[in-house]
């Protein structure tokens, strides 16, 4: 038995030393003076900046989508959900250059849906749009499942309560339901956040660079892990290291603000009160 514990807990600390290292290694190389110099590169700053801007955009409107998808799928048995699963699971499996690729056919100029976003104003090659869209598309696939998890655990004595108690089907999704999978539903918006921030494929073929558009009134830009593969590219790998020390850092202080904000949530009985 201490012998089985012993091998888990070796092989549970070398993922964690796999995990850890890497990280190490970038703000070892950097150094606190080469993270300030990229705090100072105002090019990366505005960056960062369009990068959080899009983000947050891609993570509302995914989890505008995607939560209804993943309590659609968790509560219903009908014909054809294993394919609709399926479906949900592509763009985790394709590589992220072929998404990048597949978009831009779409929405090429003269294509249909790329004539109609650009009616509307949202041309989505270089432009702040196609960022947004790559997010979307690499990303909203871990909201519908994190949601699909957490609302197949709710109990359905409780749903059933709640009607019970004259509940309509949309007030008891509102006040049952969904807080009970907000920690799932929280989840996977970070992933997805985390997903899109991190994207470069999509991005190299699509929106490498990003002009001002709706949302984005500030300069010439492209997301933050393009400006790095570019800073990389060019040589500079000392500059790619800082940068890249400095973009974990903003990302990990978001994580946990976050985080803080869940924990400090207020918790909802079965219709809504506190309890």
Do not use: C, K
Not at 162 to 188: D, I, K, Q
């Amino acid at each position: 038995m201490r012998l089985g514990y012993g091998l888990g807990g070796v092989l549970s600390a070398s993922l964690l030393l796999l995990f850890v290292l890497p990280i190490a290694a970038l703000f070892w190389t950097a150094g606190s003076a080469g993270i300030f110099a990229a705090l100072a590169n105002q090019g990366f700053v505005v960056s960062i900046e369009f990068t959080l801007l899009a983000s947050a955009i891609a993570v509302a409107i995914g989890l505008l989508l995607g939560v209804p998808l993943g309590y659609f799928l968790a509560r219903f048995e009908f014909r054809g959900r294993s394919l609709i699963e399926s479906i949900v699971l592509l763009p985790v499996m394709i590589p992220h250059l072929v998404v990048g690729l597949g978009l831009l056919l779409v929405f090429l100029p003269g294509t249909p849906l790329g004539e109609a976003a650009s009616a509307v104003g949202l041309p989505v090659f270089d432009h702040p749009a196609g960022v947004v869209l790559v997010m979307l598309y690499v990303g909203t696939s871990y909201v519908v499942l994190a949601s699909q998890n957490a609302f197949r655990s709710l109990d359905r004595g409780a749903v059933e309560a709640a009607r019970s108690l004259g509940a309509t089907p949309a007030e008891a999704f509102w006040s049952v339901s969904l807080p009970h999978a907000a920690s799932g539903v929280l989840t996977g918006g970070l992933l997805m956040w985390a997903r899109g921030v991190s994207e470069v494929g999509g991005f190299l073929i699509l929106a490498a660079a990003v002009y001002p558009g709706p949302g984005w009134g500030g300069p010439v830009t492209s997301p933050a892990s393009v400006y790095i593969y570019n800073l990389y590219g060019t040589g500079g790998l000392a500059g790619a290291t800082a940068a890249s020390a400095l973009l974990v850092l903003v990302a990990l202080a978001i994580f946990l603000a976050v985080r803080a904000l869940a924990g400090a949530a207020p918790r909802f009985g079965p219709l809504g009160g506190g309890g």
